[in-house]
């Protein structure tokens, strides 16, 4: 089992940053490919960072070169840093462990309880 504990999130204005934080339980997290997701009111789940095992970081075009995924293994942690925030950035963000990079689901999933980040004026 592996259990996440998400931190960071809060209310910044658009062109702002904010820099999320995850920290993981179990001596697995070495070994699992971490992502960052975000759900928005209405809308699906959708993956904005993915990093492997060994660091290789995977992003989608709407938050390429703006949002940078990184992990310690050695503190079981997995960061976003957000950068240039947009309104349409608003959403619960949460860390998954298990997934792929890319998002693909082989049976391990692991998600934590998410933290709200609000993009506003």
């Known amino acids: 089992q592996v259990q996440l504990v998400e931190s960071g999130g809060g209310l910044v204005q658009p062109g702002g940053s904010l820099r999320l934080s995850c920290v993981a339980s179990g001596s697995i997290f070495s070994v699992l490919d971490m992502g960052w997701y975000r759900q928005a009111p209405g809308k699906q789940r959708e993956l904005v960072a993915g990093i492997t095992s060994g660091g290789n970081a995977n992003y989608p075009d709407s938050v390429?070169?703006?949002?940078?995924?990184?992990?310690?293994?050695?503190?079981?942690?997995?960061?976003?840093?957000?950068?240039?925030?947009?309104?349409?950035?608003?959403?619960?963000?949460y860390c998954n462990?298990?997934?792929?990079?890319t998002g693909r689901n082989y049976g391990i999933s692991y998600w934590g309880l998410g933290t709200q980040v609000t993009v506003s004026a």
Not at 64 to 82: E, H, W, Y
Not at 97 to 101: F, I, L, M, V
């Open 97 to 101: 462990a298990g997934r792929t990079a």
């Open 64 to 93: 390429k070169g703006r949002f940078t995924i990184s992990r310690d293994n050695a503190k079981n942690t997995v960061s976003l840093q957000m950068n240039s925030l947009k309104p349409e950035d608003a959403a619960v963000y």
